[in-house]
């Protein structure tokens, strides 16, 4: 599935494309993969990829571990070890701005 959206900010505008792919548990409980390869594909061809929750503890590989994190499958396929979290500031306050 592939949505576009075109918003104005301060006098100039941007484009973007946002393509939305199925990966995680739900995935796994489909296919018995938490991601597809056409999936990994879209990944890698991305300026940009976004990643949300995708795990459930009741979801279980029969090894037993959890079955639908990416973590490990997305570092491989896309050769990316660094992972960029939002920075808490002091008093946990998680907003980049004051008073945002």
Sequence with gaps: MSRSACWRQRGGAFSLA???HSAGAGEYLRTG???SEET???CRGAHAVLKGPVGDPQVRA???TEAG???GVLRT???AYQ???HPALPGGDLSLE???
């Design 18 to 20: 946002l393509e939305f």
């Design 33 to 35: 993969r938490s991601l």
């Design 40 to 42: 990994l594909d879209a």
């Design 62 to 64: 029969p090894d037993g």
């Design 69 to 71: 994190i990416l973590g």
């Design 77 to 79: 396929g896309l050769d």
């Design 83 to 85: 992972h960029q979290a």
């Design 98 to 100: 004051r008073g945002a």
